[in-house]
C-alpha cells in the first residue's frame, strides 16, 4: 500500500473548471493503476477516471467524458484529474485511489473493490 494526498478541491460554479492533485508520499508508486471515484453525500461511491501507471491507458465513466482528463507525473508521482465545464451533478468528495497488482482484466480499474489504497478525500462543489 502506498499512501495516497488528495489536494485541489473546493468551490466553483457550474462551467467551471478544477484540477485535483494526488500525491504519492513515503515512497514512489510501482503499481498497475491509479485511479479517481467519487461519492456524493448519500450515494454509493463510483468510478470516474483512471490509468495505468507505466502503459498510460486512460478509462472515463461515461458521465465525464469530453469534460474530464486524468494524467499522471511519474517523476513528481503524482496523479491529476483535470475538470472542465462542471456540472452541479459534479458535487461529491472525490478520491484517490491506488492498485499494486496487475489485472488480468483491465475493466478491474473501474472496481472500487479492487484498489489497495485511498486517499482521505476532497470536496468538489459546483453551483449553480
Known amino acids: 500500500q502506498v499512501q495516497l494526498v488528495e489536494s485541489g478541491g473546493g468551490l466553483v460554479q457550474a462551467g467551471g473548471s478544477l484540477r485535483l492533485s494526488c500525491a504519492t508520499s513515503g515512497r514512489a508508486f510501482s503499481g498497475y493503476a491509479m485511479g479517481w471515484f467519487r461519492q456524493a453525500l448519500g450515494r454509493e461511491r463510483k468510478f470516474v477516471a483512471a490509468?495505468?501507471?507505466?502503459?498510460?491507458?486512460?478509462y472515463f465513466d461515461d458521465s465525464v467524458k469530453g469534460r474530464f482528463t486524468i494524467s499522471r507525473d511519474r517523476a513528481k508521482n503524482t496523479l491529476y484529474l483535470q475538470m472542465n465545464n462542471l456540472k452541479p451533478e459534479d458535487t461529491a468528495v472525490y478520491y484517490c485511489a491506488a492498485r499494486g497488482e496487475t489485472l488480468a482484466d483491465w475493466s478491474g480499474v473501474l472496481q472500487a473493490s479492487l484498489y489497495d489504497s485511498w486517499g482521505q478525500g476532497t470536496q468538489v462543489t459546483v453551483s449553480s
Open positions: 490509468l495505468t501507471w507505466i502503459g498510460g491507458s486512460r
